[in-house]
């Protein structure tokens, strides 16, 4: 096996699978040898002929930059010598593209245990969650779920609480948000009863936050304002156990896949991403997709340079429209705030290999695999369509974990060529793309995508990780994140404090 690798015919470029050294040689299928000009690290790319300075860079078979001088055949290319070929605000035409046919998946694999909610949804885990409007009782609401985990964790699937610094001294869209986001936290069906609390003197008081929350979900919630009781500690105990009362009621059974939402995300990708656990996911969310499931993608600013693909898998020129104005929206975004919008890969992207956005961008959105796009959602909104959705939501992990949880997400798939211990509300599956890295930090680490450059085929290795996702969904295993007890949320932020 070759310790580079080639990913389409046209590309002017291939990825080295080690570390190179100067000197060494590379004989390409055609026989063509030639020796490497430069040393070139894992996951950084090789040019395989020479490139005129202003020529367009294959990868992935699409333009991932223009040379910015001269390039010849051997030489390591990054970010001395190609830069991003995107700039302003662009103009898009639907030209929708012919649907890809997609594999069921096994019949043993077409169903999970779950929990069913009374309005139809479905639950993987039946926790209690506690929501507090305001940053400022973070510390009270943390007390409270560690003595609700020893008191009611053998009853239920256990009690968490995510802390945030908002809800005081926010202001119109920007409360809205923080509104709209709590709020869809409140109804997922995960948890099986949610506790909020207030403070009482914060903007986001608890008698309007509880009109954010739709009807149909406010029997599984109770609310508490601390200003106004004596004990805090002891009021949320008591209303906790009516709510553990409630949910152990629930019990799993067989649920079909039409059921279950999976979130696609990638964090820290480097330069193996948009080769093994992008594609991987992708296959993955294709499989639930068909089976009548649910898949959603977010990381709008990681969409630049590649967001015409998706735009032509939309179901029709309504959802175009809404992913032109989505995409539109977040560089618009960027430019109120004076930064230059294509101002992308992070510094673990470049270490990793990747060079521009475009290349970034060509390697996320390989997460939202083959399928047509439903349905586009707005920040803090959540999916009522089956299907590929995408929400609204940049590409910093915390927050956009957060969205796609707030978004129904059951369980999220986040793939990462850097490593990161990080847990959102929901079940956080960390992939590998490489075998060093899964072996490295097997304590952060669920599944390796590695596996493809090592002989598995994808056929093999999206089984192995479908199967895991439907263990993880009936409750037989726990993400490394959940076992540690990992879980945290961010809340996206546009607007001033007071």
């Known amino acids: 096996m070759n310790d580079w690798i080639a990913i389409q015919p046209q590309d ?10 100067k000197g060494e040689q590379i004989v390409l299928p055609d ?10 690290p894992k996951g950084h790319k090789i040019a395989v002929h020479d490139l005129a300075q202003g020529a367009d860079v294959m990868k992935y078979g699409f333009s991932i930059g223009i040379a910015q001088e001269p390039i010849m055949q051997g030489s390591w290319i990054h970010s001395h010598n190609l830069k991003t070929g995107l700039h302003g605000l662009l103009e898009y035409e639907y030209q929708p593209g012919q649907k890809a046919p997609m594999d069921m998946p096994p019949e043993h694999l077409r169903s999970f245990d779950g929990y069913l909610r009374p309005n139809g949804e479905a639950g993987i885990r039946n926790e209690i969650w ?24 053998s009853r239920i699937d256990g009690v968490y609480h995510f802390p945030h610094p908002f809800g005081c001294s926010q202001l119109g869209d920007d409360l809205k948000y923080t509104q709209q986001l709590l709020a869809s936290l409140v109804e997922h069906p ?4 949610v506790l909020v609390i207030g403070l009482g003197c914060e903007n986001n008081q608890v008698d309007q936050f509880r009109e954010c929350i739709a009807s149909e979900y406010r029997e599984k919630v109770r609310f508490l304002k601390a200003q106004e009781t004596e004990d805090e500690l002891e009021e949320g105990l008591r209303l906790m156990e009516e ?23 990638c964090g820290g990708s480097d330069g193996l991403s948009g080769i093994t ?19 959603i993608l977010t990381e709008v600013p990681e969409m630049f340079g590649a967001e015409t693909i998706l735009m032509n898998r939309a179901a029709d020129e309504h959802v175009f429209n809404d992913l032109v104005d989505l995409v539109n929206g977040f560089k618009q975004y960027f430019v109120n705030h004076g930064q230059n919008i294509y101002e992308n890969p992070s510094p673990g992207n470049k270490a990793g290999g990747i060079t521009t956005l475009e290349e970034k961008s060509l390697g996320c959105t390989q997460k939202g695999g083959r399928s047509s796009v439903v349905d586009v959602l707005r920040y803090g909104k959540r999916v009522t369509k089956t299907g590929l959705n995408i929400v609204e939501a940049p590409g910093n992990d915390l927050v956009s974990v957060t969205a796609l949880s707030a978004a129904g997400a059951h369980i999220v798939l986040f793939t990462t060529g850097r490593g990161t211990p990080f847990g959102g509300p929901v079940p956080t599956l960390k ?3 490489q075998s060093d890295l899964a072996k490295r930090k097997k304590h952060w680490i669920d599944f390796n995508a590695g596996q493809l450059l090592e002989g598995q085929s994808m056929d093999e290795v999206k089984l192995q990780l479908f199967t895991q996702i439907i263990d993880i969904a009936s409750g037989r295993a726990n993400t490394l994140s959940e076992q540690h007890g990992f879980r945290e949320i961010a809340i996206f932020k546009d607007g001033v404090i007071l």
């Open 12 to 21: 002017d470029v291939i990825i080295a699978l080690r570390d190179y050294v």
């Open 31 to 40: 026989g063509v040898a030639f020796a490497l000009l430069h040393d070139v």
């Open 130 to 153: 506690i929501v507090n409007t305001v940053g400022c009782i973070n510390k009270v609401c943390e007390a409270l779920a560690r003595m609700g985990q020893a008191q009611f964790g």
């Open 190 to 193: 995960n948890a099986g009863g």
């Open 243 to 265: 709510l553990v009362e409630m949910a152990e009621q629930e019990q799993r059974q067989p649920l079909p896949l039409s059921k279950l939402k999976i979130g696609l995300k």
């Open 277 to 295: 656990a992008n594609p991987l996911v992708g296959s993955v969310a294709d499989l639930l997709v068909a089976a009548g499931g649910t898949a």
């Open 431 to 433: 992939i590998a793309t």
